[in-house]
């Protein structure tokens, strides 16, 4: 099993910047593909970034050029790098893991806020 714990959330003004950190633990780190997910109030959960255990990356269009995503498989740790938030990007933002043999993300954060005001 693998437990997931995220930090680095909070208020931000528009056009402000934040890094999320996920810690993962009782699992391989490197074996698992890791992604960010947010949810909006009312909205469905939507995948913002992954990366793949060898560090490829994909983002939504909405983040692209905005946020970056990285993991430091010694560490155990990944990271979302946001910068120039819009208030559209406030949501719960939650770390997931995949096995690399699997295709569905069967673990969860807790999720941390983030909050961008105009």
């Known amino acids: 099993q693998v437990q997931l714990v995220e930090s680095g959330g909070g208020l931000v003004q528009a056009g402000g910047s934040l890094r999320l950190s996920c810690a993962a633990s009782?699992?391989?780190?490197?074996?698992?593909?890791m992604g960010w997910f947010r949810q909006a109030p009312g909205k469905e959960r939507e995948l913002v970034a992954v990366?793949?255990?060898?560090?490829?990356?994909n983002y939504a269009d909405s983040v692209k050029g905005r946020f970056t995503i990285s993991r430091d498989n010694a560490k155990n740790t990944m990271y979302l790098q946001m910068n120039s938030l819009k208030p559209e990007d406030t949501a719960v933002y939650y770390c997931a893991a995949r096995h690399i043999a699997t295709t569905t993300f069967d673990y969860w954060g807790q999720g941390t806020q983030v909050t961008v005001s105009s």
């Open positions: 990366i793949s255990s060898g560090g490829n990356t």
């Open positions: 009782g699992g391989t780190f490197s074996s698992h593909v």
